[in-house]
């Protein structure tokens, strides 16, 4: 998730009102210059997956929940090397941005391991370990740039670092005590001492205080495939950086076993916290998710975190939004529902307006801000406030519903009657599904006096042709509040062919609410000749009935 995106999303168990309202104000946000994206807390139904494939508008990313994430950090960006470079070049990088540790990466950026300032030092204690030039495969480039050399004979291809390293301070007739075939011999300007190191085998010979080598010398290397190198440095200085041109792969600690603390731009900063105070390193590598470095944080970088912006849309109330709210940052709530819980700690846009459908305000805000939805966006607008009031049945459907939907359908050229028969079809239709997903797709759960209240919608073209899943929908809520999740768990079934609502409830609140009911048919059922609304009917009547109870 980018922390500079505001994401705007409604509840959990998403309808079409939810989703397209979304859809519909992160186009308006954009269009007046925020970067905002709409996103969804669960699957779309029926209903809304219809809608949203009759015009042609991609469906909303789903996201988990709102936590702070090392993505909302203020990552150290640093230079990241290739395994092969010298440990002479990691440590001038270090000194010019006052660093500490380095990344080796290969050629896709991915982390090979970590070269920090301690590797370095430890390794600079072993300065006199000559043998560490072959051991580490070092490279000719390695070397001419560590000890600012140039090649004065012989190919650089000829190069092999096998030997050891070698300073012939002796007299030549010594040499063969200790310069070996392969060695890299450092020397003065002396001729014989040069065409004998030669003549033993020597891979490299390094003339040093800037003396170049004489003719007989050139030939002599040539004859021997041999590398002649001359350096400005004095011997002393160039036997001391030497080993400073071993690569930093010789060096490092690798990542392959899993040797280093390094975190992922999508980790939770709580998950993090503990691991840090745990190892308490200075710093570490953040990845990506295919392993390329991003970055490094540091403790210090746990106290400066952004927080995510988001926008609440058709719901004001904790259970039924997103995990982590409460580490969000919560720049806006529009809904038509009745005032939640939740609580922000500065002051915010708060627009709740007494109308059926949130994205009946939204469409009201293109006008107020001077915009014009587009084509697309006007008609799943259109779709949520057709939803929403059951084409204008519900009792919570109002005169500015009907006219805001008139204009939006207007833009994006549907017939209302003939677009809500078939949304209205396609959204009705439980074919395949279980009792769990049916009963599900439209449940919102509310807190009431303190008691945790399930209330679901489904929306049918006749009761018969849900016999079979009507049952298992009672079983499925009566094993839902024996296992405590609920108090009380509520079905209604809005039945479009015939006019009728039909309500059945299970839980322990069931005696309690049901007795304010009147009669029922005798199965637990509860028919009325006349649609009723979760929001406006139901949830009022289950409240002043615990209400009651309590008093």
């Known amino acids: ?149 140039e090649i004065a004979a012989g190919n650089r291809h000829n190069f092999k670092s096998k030997g050891k390293v070698v300073v012939a301070a002796c007299l030549p007739d010594s040499y063969g005590d200790y310069i070996e075939e392969g060695d890299i011999v450092i020397v003065g300007n002396r001729d014989d001492s040069q065409v004998r190191a030669l003549e033993l085998g020597a891979n490299t010979i390094i003339i040093t205080c800037g003396f170049k080598p004489s003719e007989e010398v050139i030939k002599k290397a040539d004859q021997m495939s041999a590398l002649i190198i001359c350096t400005a440095y004095d011997t002393y200085t160039t036997a001391r950086l030497i080993n400073q041109s071993i690569p930093v792969s010789s060096i490092m600690t690798a990542n392959r076993d899993n040797n280093i603390v390094k975190f992922c731009i999508d980790d939770y900063i709580e998950d993090i916290r503990e691991s840090m105070t745990k190892n308490r390193y200075r710093s570490y590598p953040v990845l990506d998710r295919n392993g390329v470095v991003l970055g490094f944080i540091s403790r210090y970088h746990l106290i400066s975190h952004r927080k995510k912006k988001v926008i609440l849309l058709d719901h004001n109330e904790k259970v039924q939004t997103v995990k982590g709210i409460e580490e969000a940052e919560i720049l806006e709530i529009i809904d038509h529902h009745k005032v939640g819980d939740l609580t922000t700690a500065s002051p915010i846009l708060f627009k709740n307006e007494p109308v059926g ?56 050229g549907i017939d209302i009657d003939d677009f809500a028969e078939l949304m209205f079809k396609a959204g009705t239709s439980l074919h395949g599904k279980t009792a769990e997903e049916a009963f599900s797709q439209d449940c919102k759960t509310v807190s009431i006096q303190g008691f945790t ?40 079934f809005v039945d479009l062919k015939e006019g009728v609502t039909t309500l059945h409830f299970a839980g322990s609140l069931t005696g309690d609410v049901v007795s304010d009911l009147g009669r029922s048919d005798g199965s637990g059922d509860y028919t009325y000749d006349y649609i009723m609304s979760r929001k406006k009917d139901v949830i009022p009547l289950i409240t002043n009935t615990i209400e009651k109870k309590r008093t």
């Open 1 to 149: 998730m980018d922390r500079d995106t505001i994401y705007i999303f409604g509840h959990k168990n998403p309808d079409t009102d939810s989703i397209c309202s979304a859809i519909g104000y992160a186009e308006l946000k954009n269009k007046l210059g925020y970067k905002a994206e709409a996103c969804r807390l669960g699957d779309l139904n029926d209903e809304t997956r219809f809608v949203l494939d009759y015009f042609k508008v991609p469906v909303p990313q789903k996201i988990s929940n709102v936590r702070r994430q090392v993505s909302d950090l203020d990552l150290d960006i640093v230079d990241k090397l290739s395994p092969d470079v010298s440990i002479k070049i990691a440590w001038h990088i270090m000194e010019q941005s006052s660093v500490r540790t380095i990344p080796i990466v290969d050629d896709t950026q991915k982390l090979l391991g970590l070269v920090s300032l301690t590797n370095i030092t430890d390794k600079y204690m072993d300065a006199f370990d000559y043998t560490c030039i072959s051991t580490c495969g070092t490279k000719i480039d390695n070397i001419l740039e560590t000890i600012n050399g």
């Open 357 to 412: 459908s949130t994205a009946t305000i939204i469409a009201n805000l293109y006008t107020e801000k001077g915009r014009r939805p587009s084509q697309q966006t006007a008609g799943i607008l259109c779709a949520a406030i057709i939803s929403d009031t059951l084409k204008f049945k519900s009792p919570t459907a109002t005169e500015y519903d009907r006219s805001t939907a008139r204009k939006l359908a207007d833009m994006a």
């Open 453 to 492: 209240v399930g209330i679901s919608q489904v929306t049918v073209m006749g009761m018969d042709s849900i016999k079979e899943l009507r049952s298992a929908i009672y079983d499925y809520m009566s094993k839902m509040a024996v296992n405590g999740e609920y108090d009380l768990l509520t079905v209604i």
